[in-house]
């Protein structure tokens, strides 16, 4: 039986989970935002990512077969999605329960009561089958998919519409309801769910206009053309397939937790290690030529010297403040009002940089609005505001010992392109033009990818048996 | 917050616990005895020359780390703040400044006397210059004696530095001394003392060279903050200390014999993990939670430099009872804080080698502008000449606000794991740790 690692790393913004063989490859993926318990973060992360390595036996299983038909490959990456929208459906029922019972002990009044419970309905009846057309036809694109960022935006975008005396009764059973749906802990069950997804991708198919023009919301493309064309043939071809993978038993033989969260974790002490560590060990590996790894996170910045084995040899971090990491970002983001995942995209706008104080967040957001006041393009305080989170993470380097031949930038924050170009340009201006810099895509994933490699390393490490399995039913 | 459970005391703590009571009840009543006072540093001290004029020395240093482990150092900073001082000055001048504001009043609960004499002999620490300016204002009219130590810039002490400071003895220090107690300086008694003096740091020596064995006996930075304790304070020179270091002596011997671990306050650590080399003062205020970090992981620290500042005995310095002044001399220019930055590191890089150390640690101050200046060089450099991993924290000395537990806990628990992961994968590469 093959044997399967698993990493989890709790951050202060986001949970991830990594899952890879025996060969170190990862083929299970799985993050969600961390939240009040822990312990539900960290197990959404790893059923998502034991769930995203179902999918990934499948596709190697039949590794040559999507080579010659890409129909196939179409058909399983629609299926995963489709799966996450059950899952989703599942947390989203349980959410409706939730916003009942709060409404139910908060208003007393009969009346009241029963209407907000109707304006409940009818938010929901409005929000769900766009979401779920999200979810089908793969338009979630770069926003957040995590369950409770989805389902915020819908529901303000519908609060907002309703009369303005509504707002804080809405909000309030909102903000009482939002966090025990979210904490709650659900097993999913495979294969009942993979059965429905593909009950409802048939559907999808079925329904498929025949060209773009009759439905603009649908993305067209050669694939899904070719799906369309034979699409009960690969369902039946594939599912045999499908039935296989529902019902593989996953044999996860260690695990490491790690992140700014890892002591919460249900986990053995052995089997807990540093983000540091882990970061760098992840990056190592897919980098092999790196001695420098960068780590910008949600609340600390870690700038790391490994060795050729990738073990840590010093690292600076952060300390008193926490301006200049991921959570910067998010405050900025929220004082101008726009999403995370636009902050970068509109940085990249600026045509010059604004002079941006980076030694606090709070300051860094009065100083925002003096600018903005001042007439400064948004573009290019945001453009001064990236800058400035580099040359802070450029000062801990230089701490940390500075940049040997080859750089690994890694964190969620290694997703904004703003902070990319900039980093690229100081580390360039710094340390020489000749500096290999590697971002990967799955620079998120850096911590739970070094966590599963030292969960397969450290297998012999004497570690406490009978309480892993318990937490990995 | 870490669990303190209550101290095991061996027979050497109790030694010292004595002297120092005594100590502090003998300053209470100074009057009554009819012995003059002086104010003066750790780093390059004259304990004995102040001594044989049968004055007793106060160390501000001492008291503001004493605050800091009593609790007490928060208001004494706050009201030192509160009269101006900035955030950013050395925490144990506000410390000590805002202990004489609320009453002088010592470790022990006892009132400290106030100073006959102000004896400035700086080394290194550039603050301790403003620290006295400022004392001379708070006792106005109380004598100030200077001795100016010269820095080891170029590495070497020069039979000139010596004359330097020989001369500064006998024209500036020693008839302050004379002139404050109205007694001749006695030779042959502050030789006899340096007899003494060489006794104690002969036995000082082998007790921190005990940490080379493996594993350790001793934990040469928290428990040796301890161990140092006479010999850097008023004691240096006298016969209770060469008793204290004689017994203590004895204990380490002991202790090796019967194959035990460092003493911790909960215990002997039961099996060595990690052994580091420690540079920088520890934090005081939270000492024992500090300190906890390391025995529940097993690390030891072998060799440090903190328990150098008051003397660096280990490279062959004693006190020569045939050349008293001189001795002085060499001792004050000697200590570790008078030390440049290569020799400092020339120094570590030895400890690191000759104590088979697995890592170097630096803990560095915050409000120490002194010594923190100059350490991330100096770890660059360990970890360029000797290949161990090397780690760095904040604290401070004495300002609570600047000891964040979660944090500190966080970086030493990921520097452990380095040390860990770093025997775990060499082993499995075939490489020889």
Redesign the interface.
């Known amino acids: 039986m093959s044997k399967y690692y698993l990493g989890v790393d709790l951050g202060s913004t986001t949970s991830k989970a990594v899952i890879i063989n025996e060969q170190d490859e990862i083929i299970g993926r799985g993050i969600t935002n961390t939240r009040a318990n822990y312990a539900v973060a960290a197990d959404i992360a790893r059923d998502e990512a034991i769930f995203n390595a179902r999918f990934s036996v499948l596709r190697k299983k039949l590794e040559a077969e999507i080579q010659a038909k890409p129909e196939y490959r179409k058909y399983i990456s629609d299926l995963e999605s489709v799966f996450q929208y059950e899952q989703f459906k599942v947390r989203l029922d349980k959410l409706g329960d939730e916003l009942l019972k709060t409404c139910r002990t908060f208003f007393h009044d009969p009346q009241k009561q029963e209407e907000i419970i109707g304006y409940l309905r009818s938010i929901r009846r409005a929000f769900k089958p766009t979401i779920k057309h999200d979810y089908l036809y793969n338009n979630l694109g770069a926003r957040s998919q995590f369950f409770r960022d989805i389902v915020s935006e819908k529901y303000n975008e519908q609060v907002n519409q309703l009369d303005m005396a509504l707002f804080e009764p809405l909000m309030t059973v909102w903000d009482k309801s939002i966090s025990p749906a979210e904490n709650e802990r659900i097993q999913f069950n495979f294969p009942e769910l993979v059965h429905k997804a593909m009950e409802e991708l048939k559907e999808k198919y079925r329904n498929l206009p025949d060209t773009a023009a009759e439905d603009t919301s649908v993305n067209f493309d050669a694939e899904m053309n070719l799906l369309k064309g034979n699409f009960d043939q690969v369902s039946e071809t594939l599912r045999e397939h499908i039935e296989e993978i529902a019902l593989l038993e996953f044999n996860i033989t260690n695990m490491t937790g790690t992140g700014y969260g890892r002591a919460l974790l249900p986990f053995p002490q052995d089997c807990i290690?540093?983000?540091?560590?882990c970061h760098a060990f992840g990056a190592h590996a897919i980098f092999p030529d790196t001695r420098t790894v960068l780590d910008i996170g949600g609340q600390d910045t870690k700038a790391i010297q490994v060795d050729r084995?990738?073990?840590?040899?010093?690292?600076?971090?952060n300390?008193?403040c926490a301006a200049g990491c991921g959570r910067y970002l998010g405050y900025i983001a929220d004082e101008m009002s726009i999403s995370l995942n636009e902050l970068g995209p509109m940085a990249m706008q600026a045509e010059k940089e604004v002079n941006i104080c980076s030694t606090c967040t709070v300051f860094a957001g009065a100083e925002l609005r003096e600018l903005t006041n001042l007439g400064e393009k948004r573009e290019d305080i945001l453009g001064g505001l990236h800058k400035a989170i580099i040359m802070r993470a450029m000062s801990l380097i230089a701490?940390s010992?500075g940049v040997f031949n080859e750089f690994t930038f890694t964190g969620g924050v290694a997703r904004n392109p703003a902070v990319v170009k900039y980093l690229t340009q100081l580390v360039r201006e710094n340390y020489g033009d000749d500096i290999r810099i590697n971002i990967h895509t799955d620079s998120i994933f850096m911590g739970a990818l070094g966590g599963a490699m030292?969960a397969r390393?450290?297998i012999n490490?004497a570690l406490p048996v009978e309480k892993k399995s318990a937490v990995l039913t | 917050m870490a669990d303190i459970k209550d101290a095991v005391k061996e027979r050497s703590m109790i030694l010292q616990k004595d002297m120092l009571a005594k100590q502090f009840n003998d300053l209470s009543r100074a009057q009554e005895l009819k012995k003059k006072v002086v104010y003066t540093f750790v780093p390059g001290n004259l304990t004995e020359l102040i001594l044989s004029f049968d004055m007793l020395p106060v160390y501000p240093e001492i008291n503001a780390l004493q605050s800091g482990m009593r609790k007490k150092s928060s208001e004494f900073i706050r009201d030192a703040e509160k009269i101006g001082y900035s955030e950013d000055v050395c925490t144990y001048v506000k410390c000590d400044i805002g202990m004489m504001l609320n009453g002088n009043i010592g470790p022990t609960g006892e009132k400290l006397p106030p100073p006959d004499l102000l004896l400035l002999s700086y080394t290194g620490c550039f603050t301790f210059l403003k620290w006295f300016e400022n004392l001379e204002r708070l006792y106005p009219g109380v004598p100030v004696a200077m001795l100016h130590t010269p820095y080891q810039e170029d590495g070497k002490i020069t039979p000139e530095q010596v004359d330097y400071m020989v001369k500064q003895l006998k024209e500036e220090v020693i008839p302050k001394f004379e002139q404050v107690t109205g007694k001749k300086f006695d030779p042959d008694r502050l030789s006899k003392m340096m007899e003494y003096s060489a006794q104690s740091e002969d036995l000082l020596v082998k007790i921190l060279e005990s940490a080379k064995r493996k594993p350790s006996p001793i934990d040469a930075y928290f428990a040796g903050v301890y161990y140092i304790g006479p010999i850097f304070t008023a004691f240096r020179g006298t016969e209770e200390a060469a008793q204290y270091y004689t017994e203590l002596y004895h204990e380490v011997q002991e202790r090796i014999r019967l194959g035990l671990g460092p003493i911790t306050p909960e215990g002997e650590m039961k099996e060595e993990k990690f052994r580091l080399v420690m540079e920088g003062p520890p934090n005081w205020t939270n000492f024992r939670e500090f300190w906890k970090i390391f025995y529940d992981v097993g690390a030891v620290i072998v060799a440090s430099t903190y328990t150098k500042v008051g003397g660096v005995y280990d490279t062959g310095f004693r006190h020569n009872p045939d050349e008293p002044l001189e001795s002085l001399a060499k001792y004050c220019m000697g200590c570790y804080t008078n030390l440049n930055l290569p020799q400092r590191v020339d120094l570590i890089e030895s400890y690191v080698k000759n104590y088979r150390a697995d890592g170097f640690l630096i803990n560095s101050i915050k409000s120490c502008n002194s010594f923190s200046a100059g350490q991330l060089m100096i770890m660059r450099q360990i970890e360029q000449r000797t290949g161990v991993q090397v780690g760095f924290i904040e604290s401070d000395l004495v300002d609570p606000r600047y000891f964040s537990y979660a944090n500190i806990k966080n970086r030493l628990e990921s520097y452990f794991q380095m040390l860990e992961q770093r025997k775990i994968i060499l082993e499995q590469q075939g490489v020889a740790v």
């Open positions: 290690r540093s983000e540091i560590l084995y990738g073990l840590v040899t010093s690292f600076q971090m300390d008193r701490r010992g030292f390393r450290n490490a």
